[in-house]
């Protein structure tokens, strides 16, 4: 099976076109909303799928979607009913949903027949405990906003779990793994699971809440965002640029520093930048020994996930200490090797394949 | 005899906005002679202002007008000298705001210090900051000793206390972790060594706060703090009475979207209408909170969903502290609900026995008196119930400054 990936970001988007086995082409298309009309990223996206000067058509279409509030706990299937309740969330995520409702409604119309899948990043999350899920504010005072806690990482981290609940099954373990998923990607983050089940995330109602990332500055006081308010007259978009775009790596060592590049460097300020990102992990990490009680594993997925090599023995070594019950596992780190592409390839396939069952069962109409 | 032994008696001030706390504490033997509280200085209200004050037993209420807090001290101090004198002020100040990393003896240079932490706390410095202002000028003879909330967490490390923020705006505005509650920590942090028969520099401890307004936790490594879950303000951290807590800073501006842009319409939401008053929508006390959950109707959803965010978030600060020192000497709970509310120690504490905390259910029920130990028989750490008495750290810090 060939099955087109389409990973949208605020501006670009990358593709990946994937059998089981291979990657066959991948690019990037820039400023992907500047030409929404007739079709245009997924125009641009089509003329790219050859091989060999052969052209591919692929038999699915996957997209990563990065919200699907409460509503999605699992992929769909574009449908009009999905594609209804993608558009009541829209205003929830204005920046990723329009322009995904837009991509797939294109890719229908230029692959007729072929099923499109939407893969949300929040499904994982939808069923952590409401205690986490929840602020500590007026549920009235937020002018009719639904707000609570989603993660932002979920098919990452449930794919990392997932696998080491398989390893758990194959060595003949009964128990269900206690497991931190720490997904090393720009915008990190470390979430709780028991088995598979979601317990804490250090992700907030936003991907801006927990770990500092690239350019993100991670979890902060709210009352220094009142303070820049007051003294700079700033109103909340500049903030916002300032703490999405300006902040996290790049504020404290300048332009350019990825999360991989501090873990690789032997330059005194990278080091120290290590330590601050080494401290926030062991925070996370901490809370989420006590949110489930113990720890077995502590895995790694994301683009950075080679990172966790310098990570995972630093925490399993800070976290020595923990007392473990008699037979349980000895704690230990693995760095989770699949991609988001070829995640997403495994996902679209079984939730193709289930469509194509559903569908072949259905008796035929009278 | 040495000065530090010398009696002495030192007059502690704990400055609110409207109000006046104080009391006459006998050092070295650390005995309370007297108290109370000046409640509203300043404008007329609707009620007169008043002196409540407590010696040898008996309370009694003066009123009187008190235009500022310069006049409250004045009358405070007539009442005091009725039958006590006074050796020493102590004034306790929230912020010392990077500008002062130690307690301080009073003098010009430290008012002219005092006065430039004023844009950095702007709701709690600026009466305390007059206050010393018009002792100094009233009674010069008096030594005076500032006591910073803020200094016991100036041993926080850069990793601990640093934002990822940009330069510039952390240089410009003074960003960093201050924590809050300093006195409080470090005078149970002394308490507790002193329980355990273990040096104070030698102990790792979980100090949680919890009082009934705000709370926060502080890790200790080798006696001194080395986090607090306060910050560049008191807002952040566990949930408390009105304030939020940690939230997603994406989230207030998205807030403050909706609200037009109005960041004064977001500072009053977090700090005075969030917590456990706006979760629940009837009380900031958790302890009404326990009372009524379960027998509200309606309610009870919304009551349960605030107990329960209020002790995971504390949970999890706990264990995000026990990763930092470790299997502890210590955990201790402090302050109105950290004393008061079994309930609340025993939810935080169950199922820690990772970090090696395990907690006795009765002696947790049936604490008779303080400072109590109601750690289990196989607990690892002590789990110490111990009363905090922020005014007699600062009796005995401005004893130790001015002595």
Same mark, same amino acid.
């Given at each position: 099976?060939?099955?087109?990936?389409?990973?949208?970001?605020?501006?670009?988007?990358?593709?990946?076109?994937?059998?089981?086995?291979?990657?066959?082409?991948?690019?990037?298309?820039?400023?992907?909303?500047?030409?929404?009309?007739?079709?245009?990223?997924?125009?641009?996206?089509?003329?790219?799928?050859?091989?060999?000067?052969?052209?591919?058509?692929?038999?699915?279409?996957?997209?990563?979607?990065?919200?699907?509030?409460?509503?999605?706990?699992?992929?769909?299937?574009?449908?009009?009913?999905?594609?209804?309740?993608?558009?009541?969330? +829209?205003?929830?995520?204005?920046?990723?949903?329009?322009?995904?409702?837009?991509?797939?409604?294109?890719?229908?119309?230029?692959?007729?027949?072929?099923?499109?899948?939407?893969?949300?990043?929040?499904?994982?999350?939808?069923?952590?405990?409401?205690?986490?899920?929840?602020?500590?504010?007026?549920?009235?005072?937020?002018?009719?906003?639904?707000?609570?806690?989603?993660?932002?990482?979920?098919?990452?981290?449930?794919?990392?779990?997932?696998?080491?609940?398989?390893?758990?099954?194959?060595?003949?373990?009964?128990?269900?793994?206690?497991?931190?998923?720490?997904?090393?990607?720009?915008?990190?983050?470390?979430?709780?699971?028991?088995?598979?089940?979601?317990?804490?995330?250090?992700?907030?109602?936003?991907?801006?809440?927990?770990?500092?990332?690239?350019?993100?500055?991670?979890?902060?006081?709210?009352?220094?965002?009142?303070?820049?308010?007051?003294?700079?007259?700033?109103?909340?978009?500049?903030?916002?640029?300032?703490?999405?775009?300006?902040?996290?790596?790049?504020?404290?060592?300048?332009?350019?520093?990825?999360?991989?590049?501090?873990?690789?460097?032997?330059?005194?300020?990278?080091?120290?930048?290590?330590?601050?990102?080494?401290?926030?992990?062991?925070?996370?990490?901490?809370?989420?020994?006590?949110?489930?009680?113990?720890?077995?594993?502590?895995?790694?997925?994301?683009?950075?996930?080679?990172?966790?090599?310098?990570?995972?023995?630093?925490?399993?070594?800070?976290?020595?200490?923990?007392?473990?019950?008699?037979?349980?596992?000895?704690?230990?780190?693995?760095?989770?090797?699949?991609?988001?592409?070829?995640?997403?390839?495994?996902? +679209?396939?079984?939730?193709?394949?289930?469509?194509?069952?559903?569908? +072949?069962?259905?008796?035929?109409?009278? | 005899?040495?000065?530090?032994?010398?009696?002495?008696?030192?007059?502690?001030?704990?400055?609110?906005?409207?109000?006046?706390?104080?009391?006459?504490?006998?050092?070295?033997?650390?005995?309370?002679?007297?108290?109370?509280?000046?409640?509203?200085?300043?404008?007329?209200?609707?009620?007169?202002?008043?002196?409540?004050? #407590?010696?040898?037993?008996?309370?009694?209420?003066?009123?009187?007008?008190?235009?500022?807090?310069?006049?409250?001290?004045?009358?405070?101090?007539?009442?005091?000298?009725?039958?006590?004198?006074?050796?020493?002020?102590?004034?306790?100040?929230?912020?010392?705001?990077?500008?002062?990393?130690?307690?301080?003896?009073?003098?010009?240079?430290?008012?002219?210090?005092?006065?430039?932490?004023?844009?950095?706390?702007?709701?709690?410095?600026?009466?305390?900051?007059?206050?010393?202002?018009?002792?100094?000028?009233?009674?010069?003879?008096?030594?005076?000793?500032?006591?910073?909330?803020?200094?016991?967490?100036?041993?926080?490390?850069?990793?601990?206390?640093?934002?990822?923020?940009?330069?510039?705006?952390?240089?410009?505005?003074?960003?960093?972790?201050?924590?809050?509650?300093?006195?409080?920590?470090?005078?149970?942090?002394?308490?507790?060594?002193?329980?355990?028969?273990?040096?104070?520099?030698?102990?790792?401890?979980?100090?949680?706060?919890?009082?009934?307004?705000?709370?926060?936790?502080?890790?200790?490594?080798?006696?001194?703090?080395?986090?607090?879950?306060?910050?560049?303000?008191?807002?952040?951290?566990?949930?408390?009475?009105? #304030?939020?807590?940690?939230?997603?800073?994406?989230?207030?501006?998205?807030?403050?979207?909706?609200?037009?842009?109005?960041?004064?319409?977001?500072?009053?939401?977090?700090?005075?209408?969030?917590?456990?008053?706006?979760?629940?929508?009837?009380?900031?006390?958790?302890?009404?909170?326990?009372?009524?959950?379960?027998?509200?109707?309606?309610?009870?959803?919304?009551?349960?969903?605030?107990?329960?965010?209020?002790?995971?978030?504390?949970?999890?600060?706990?264990?995000?502290?026990?990763?930092?020192?470790?299997?502890?000497?210590?955990?201790?709970?402090?302050?109105?609900?950290?004393?008061?509310?079994?309930?609340?120690?025993?939810?935080?504490?169950?199922?820690?026995?990772?970090?090696?905390?395990?907690?006795?259910?009765?002696?947790?029920?049936?604490?008779?008196?303080?400072?109590?130990?109601?750690?289990?028989?196989?607990?690892?750490?002590?789990?110490?119930?111990?009363?905090?008495?922020?005014?007699?750290?600062?009796?005995?810090?401005?004893?130790?400054?001015?002595?």
């Amino acid at each position: 099976m060939k099955i087109l990936i389409i990973d949208p970001g605020k501006q670009s988007l990358n593709y990946y076109l994937r059998s089981e086995e291979d990657l066959i082409t991948c690019g990037r298309i820039g400023n992907y909303r500047d030409n929404e009309e007739n079709c245009g990223a997924m125009n641009e996206i089509n003329s790219r799928l050859t091989y060999e000067d052969e052209k591919i058509y692929p038999e699915a279409i996957a997209i990563r979607v990065p919200f699907g509030g409460n509503i999605f706990k699992e992929p769909a299937i574009l449908s009009g009913s999905v594609l209804n309740k993608m558009k009541i969330l +829209a205003p929830a995520s204005p920046l990723h949903l329009p322009a995904i409702i837009m991509l797939a409604q294109d890719a229908g119309t230029m692959f007729p027949g072929v099923p499109v899948v939407f893969i949300f990043e929040t499904a994982f999350f939808t069923g952590l405990p409401a205690r986490e899920r929840n602020y500590a504010i007026d549920p009235n005072a937020m002018h009719g906003m639904e707000i609570q806690r989603l993660g932002f990482h979920g098919i990452l981290h449930e794919a990392a779990c997932k696998q080491i609940n398989a390893l758990v099954r194959r060595q003949g373990g009964h128990s269900v793994p206690k497991i931190i998923s720490i997904c090393l990607e720009p915008r990190p983050e470390a979430a709780a699971a028991k088995g598979i089940m979601p317990i804490m995330t250090t992700g907030g109602a936003t991907p801006l809440e927990g770990l500092f990332g690239d350019t993100s500055c991670g979890e902060i006081d709210p009352g220094i965002l009142i303070k820049l308010a007051q003294e700079l007259k700033w109103g909340p978009e500049q903030i916002n640029k300032v703490l999405t775009e300006e902040s996290g790596i790049e504020g404290l060592l300048g332009s350019g520093v990825k999360l991989a590049d501090i873990f690789s460097s032997k330059r005194k300020d990278y080091k120290l930048v290590c330590e601050l990102f080494l401290y926030k992990m062991l925070l996370a990490c901490g809370a989420a020994v006590a949110a489930m009680g113990t720890l077995d594993y502590i895995v790694f997925s994301g683009r950075y996930k080679d990172a966790g090599k310098k990570i995972g023995p630093w925490l399993v070594k800070k976290m020595g200490f923990l007392r473990k019950a008699t037979g349980e596992t000895q704690l230990t780190y693995m760095i989770f090797g699949k991609q988001l592409d070829e995640v997403m390839f495994e996902t +679209a396939a079984a939730k193709v394949k289930e469509y194509n069952n559903e569908f +072949a069962l259905t008796p035929a109409k009278n | 005899m040495g000065m530090k032994n010398k009696e002495m008696n030192v007059l502690v001030f704990n400055c609110g906005s409207s109000s006046l706390k104080y009391r006459l504490i006998k050092m070295p033997d650390e005995i309370e002679l007297a108290g109370g509280e000046a409640q509203r200085i300043g404008p007329q209200t609707s009620e007169p202002a008043r002196i409540i004050h #407590r010696e040898q037993g008996r309370e009694e209420t003066i009123y009187v007008e008190m235009k500022d807090h310069g006049a409250a001290f004045e009358q405070i101090l007539k009442i005091m000298e009725k039958n006590n004198k006074v050796d020493i002020i102590g004034h306790r100040v929230v912020h010392g705001a990077g500008i002062f990393n130690n307690h301080v003896v009073i003098n010009k240079d430290a008012i002219n210090n005092l006065k430039r932490t004023e844009n950095m706390a702007p709701l709690h410095n600026p009466p305390a900051v007059r206050l010393i202002e018009a002792c100094h000028r009233l009674y010069p003879e008096i030594p005076q000793a500032a006591v910073f909330d803020t200094v016991f967490h100036s041993t926080i490390p850069w990793h601990a206390k640093t934002y990822a923020l940009p330069g510039w705006i952390k240089r410009k505005f003074g960003i960093r972790k201050y924590g809050f509650h300093g006195t409080s920590h470090k005078y149970v942090a002394g308490e507790a060594a002193k329980y355990i028969k273990k040096p104070l520099d030698k102990l790792n401890a979980i100090s949680c706060h919890l009082g009934s307004g705000g709370a926060s936790l502080c890790a200790i490594i080798n006696g001194k703090s080395a986090d607090n879950t306060m910050g560049y303000s008191p807002l952040p951290g566990l949930v408390m009475s009105t #304030r939020s807590g940690d939230i997603d800073p994406a989230l207030v501006l998205q807030m403050a979207i909706a609200s037009d842009g109005n960041f004064i319409e977001m500072e009053k939401l977090l700090n005075k209408e969030s917590g456990v008053l706006g979760m629940s929508g009837i009380s900031p006390d958790i302890r009404d909170i326990f009372k009524t959950a379960g027998k509200s109707g309606i309610r009870d959803e919304r009551l349960a969903l605030t107990l329960q965010v209020y002790l995971w978030r504390l949970k999890k600060a706990m264990g995000s502290y026990l990763a930092v020192t470790g299997v502890p000497d210590a955990v201790i709970f402090t302050d109105t609900i950290g004393e008061t509310v079994p309930e609340v120690r025993q939810e935080s504490c169950a199922g820690m026995e990772a970090f090696g905390i395990k907690i006795d259910l009765e002696k947790n029920r049936n604490l008779k008196q303080l400072p109590a130990d109601i750690s289990a028989p196989d607990s690892e750490a002590y789990v110490l119930v111990i009363a905090t008495n922020e005014e007699l750290e600062i009796a005995r810090t401005s004893m130790e400054l001015v002595a």
